[in-house]
């Protein structure tokens, strides 16, 4: 092979800020892996699981699902920091806050039903039932908060930096800060008790949000960053 041949053949290194896109995209598609927990904690939160004797094994797991989802959000805004923080640093440091505050919830959700399936093994029987049905109200409550209001919160800050800094297409940026705010007027609409929080109309109101974050994700590892003026030294 000639010396021209080795030169056309060689990989052109992976540049750090394309390393970043794709890592955060990674991450971003990671934090729909406790999708399938809706249903799966639906046998926990039921009436008499404490005193029923099939296996506890997919409340477990759906903890585990949640606990990757939290540390993965919070990895999104860590990852994005470096780079959102030229555009406006006090949002970017509220967006790593915000992440953070939505994965302390969702940890305590994950305690909350951790703590029925204790129950369970410990054998409290039916003396426990009011504790577990009260754990169980308290989890869809922080539920509530921690994937009705906060990912709005997120979404309207992360989807302003990209829009202000065209990182990504202005139109896909818009599908956050249009999705933010339905869901926050969804999560009031619970709130008030206008909508039941198993409602199937309360899931449409988070379709912007996930649509967002979903192809954000997938942006981010097929294309990375557009060329902006806040990425130029990098």
Known sequence: MTNTDSKKTRRVPMSSLRKRSLLAGLIYLLTFVSIPTLSIYSQVKGANYIIG?????????????????????????????QILKKQNEGLAIGLIASRVLE??????????????????QSGAGEDALVISHTLAILYDRIFLISQSFLPAV?????????????????????????GGPILIIGFIAVMFGVVGQDDPLKGLFAVGVALFEFSLGIYLVVKGFKPATITAGM
Not at 60 to 70: D, K, R, Y
Not at 103 to 120: D, E, N, Q, R
Not at 154 to 178: C, E, H, K, T, W
């Open 154 to 178: 997120n979404d309207l800050l992360l989807g302003f930096l990209l829009y202000q800094s065209r990182l990504v297409p202005r139109a896909l940026s818009m599908i956050g800060l249009v």
């Open 103 to 120: 994965a302390s919830c969702i940890f305590v959700g994950v305690a909350f039903i951790l703590t029925i399936v204790t129950l369970k």
């Open 53 to 81: 004797s099939g296996p506890d094994t997919s409340a477990i797991i759906g903890g585990i699902l949640e606990i990757i989802v939290a540390l993965a959000g919070i990895g999104t805004a860590v990852v994005l920091f």
